[in-house]
């Protein structure tokens, strides 16, 4: 008894030995800072590549814009930093056997002039070239904040505490009439169902059915699907300098085609840190001859004390359509009459969350 008891302590020794070497492995760590400042840039998206270009590990910087990734193994890689209002540059990084590289990850800060840029581009898209340029400049940097959104879904990382309502509006002031609320217990790793993909949307439309005895389901653009390719390529983009709150200026969208179920609106951003605040959408077109600028949808954005961009508040209006018949005279053939009966609310908050190291963060609105 005595000798087995003494060789699992000779084991147990062996292997704290070896602890120390196979902890380390091949950890690239280091801190991702504004180039301009030398400020701490907190949830920068950190990607280390391989030789190809291929992503192997996403990350993303903590508090202190500090983070670590695991490379595969000794080599040569890539390491890029992705942040709203800073250039992306390529570090190469070598990575020894056993060894942990430390890396400062500089980036150079990004200024969009945004002085005489307010456009109306309409269906035709027809803007100035140079105001096109820095409209979708804009775009592709919100982008770079959307994806940690998207990361952090994809993640999992953390758990949501989340409140949902159900509200019946007034269809002509949207005045509240009747709303049911529901905490939904404990933490959950989404906080809200997806939108399909991009693609799906452009081709089917944000609005389906409608038709005789069919149901209607109606979609929002996500995070996701605005940070995807397919959305602005099927939208006329412009921009606004006139935010509801100081300091934010907006990405305007309105679709293409005129006959598409689409959606059209605004996505307002900081305008200095280029960090998404809120989004506000209406339905460009429904499936009956009714005003639709009373149906539609909206999120909130919020970055938490981790870095991590998490989609904190969101809701979709829908309509209720009534159906009558008028006639011009009392000859005249009745014709069909629709008209906006109600709009019905969707929604709901994250109220706390739970972050990957267990701290739990509240988050909900005042």
Request: glycine fraction near 10%.
């Amino acid at each position: 008894m005595l000798h087995r008891r003494r060789a699992v302590e000779l084991l147990l020794a062996a292997v704290c030995t070896l602890l120390p070497s196979s902890l380390v492995a091949q950890d690239v760590r280091g801190q991702v800072l504004s180039d301009e400042d030398g400020r701490a840039l907190v949830g920068a998206r950190v990607v280390l590549e391989d030789s190809a270009g291929r992503s192997i590990s996403v990350v993303l910087s903590d508090a202190r814009g500090a983070f670590h990734v695991d490379a595969p193994g000794p080599g040569g890689f890539v390491l890029r930093g992705y942040h709203p209002g800073h250039e992306t540059g390529p570090v190469p990084v070598t990575v020894a056997e056993n060894a942990a590289v430390d890396v400062e990850l500089r980036l150079p800060a990004v200024a969009i002039p945004l002085d005489d840029m307010s456009t109306d581009p309409g269906k035709s898209c027809r803007i100035p070239e140079a105001t096109a340029e820095r409209v979708l400049a804009l775009w592709n940097e919100v982008g770079k904040a959307l994806k940690v959104a998207v990361l952090v879904e994809d993640q999992g990382l953390h758990g949501f505490e989340i409140e949902t309502w159900y509200k019946q509006l007034d269809p002509r002031r949207l005045e509240v009439m009747e709303e049911a609320r529901s905490p939904r217990a404990g933490f959950h790793p989404t906080t809200r169902i997806p939108s399909p993909p991009a693609d799906e949307l452009a081709r089917e439309g944000f609005v389906r059915g409608g038709g005789p005895g069919e149901s209607l389901a109606f979609y929002g653009p996500d995070a996701r699907t605005l940070m995807s390719v397919t959305f602005p390529s099927t939208h006329c983009l412009g921009f606004a300098d006139d935010g509801p709150e100081d300091g934010w200026v907006g990405l305007t969208f309105s679709p293409l085609d005129e006959r598409a179920m689409d959606v059209e609106g605004t996505l307002w951003i900081d305008g200095v840190t280029y960090e998404p605040q809120r989004l506000e959408y209406r339905y460009s077109r429904l499936p009956w001859p009714v005003k639709a600028d009373k149906v539609g949808g909206g999120a909130e954005f919020r970055r938490l004390s981790d870095g991590a961009l998490i989609v904190s508040r969101w809701w979709m209006r829908m309509p209720r359509v009534g159906v009558g018949q008028s006639r011009i005279t009392q000859w005249a053939e009745p014709t069909r009459r629709y008209t906006l009966a109600a709009v019905f609310e969707e929604g709901g908050e994250v109220l706390r969350v739970r972050m990957p190291g267990g701290m739990v963060e509240d988050v909900r609105q005042e």
